[in-house]
Each structure stands twice: as C-alpha cells, then as structure tokens.
C-alpha cells in the first residue's frame, strides 16, 4: 500500500489561494486514481476532487471552478490548486489513493489515506 503525506495547510483569507502537496512513497503512484477530500467540524467527510491515472478529473459542485487537481507521477506528487477561497472551505483536507480504474468519488473506494493537512480561510 501507498503511504500518503500531505502538506501547504494553513490560514488564509476568503479570496485567496492555496496549494496542497500530497507526497506518495512505498507505491508507483502512477497505478493509483488519487482524490482528495475534506471534512469540517461536525460534518461527514466529503468528496472534493479526484484524478484518474491517466489524467481524467472529477470536481464535486461546490470547488468546480476553482480548485484544480495535477500529478507528477515522477515527483511521486499530487497537488491541489485552490482559489478563490471561500469560509466554507475550512477543513481538514485528506490525500487519498485508490487501486481503481477511473475517478473514484466514495471513500470506501480509497484504500489509502494521509493524515490531513488543516485548511483555515477567515472572512
């Protein structure tokens, strides 16, 4: 199994960006659909984006437009590019791997997790 780290978490104000790492090591990322995902204080964890290995992207609603997944299977690295930040997007966001064909969107599809990176946007 892939071991994810992620990393780029921090305080921010609405309207600004953002960039996450998510750094893969004891795998070839390249045979992984990679997502990520995010989950506020009192909520269920949620879909945010995913990544197929060979390069197709999934967006939930509310980052579409956005928020822009990228990997570089070399750098063994998937990012994700957020702008235009908004206060609902506060959460802890999870890297997250998946031994799948396509865009995976359910957790349950993901067989490998990092340990979240806080994302804070202040109004």
């Known amino acids: 199994q892939v071991q994810l780290v992620e990393s780029g978490g921090g305080l921010v104000q609405a309207g600004g960006s953002l960039r996450l790492s998510c750094a893969a090591s004891g795998g070839t990322l390249e045979s992984y659909a990679m997502g990520w995902f995010r989950q506020a204080p009192g909520k269920e964890r949620e879909f945010v984006v995913a990544i197929s290995t060979s390069g197709g992207t999934y967006y939930a609603d509310t980052v579409k437009g956005r928020f822009t997944i990228s990997r570089d299977n070399a750098k063994r690295t998937v990012y994700l590019q957020m702008n235009s930040l908004k206060s609902e997007d506060t959460a802890i966001y999870y890297c997250?791997?998946?031994?799948?064909?396509?865009?995976?969107?359910?957790?349950?599809?993901?067989?490998?997790w990092g340990q979240g990176t806080q994302v804070t946007v202040s109004s």
């Open positions: 997250a791997a998946a031994r799948r064909v396509g865009v995976p969107r359910g957790p349950n599809d993901y067989g490998s």
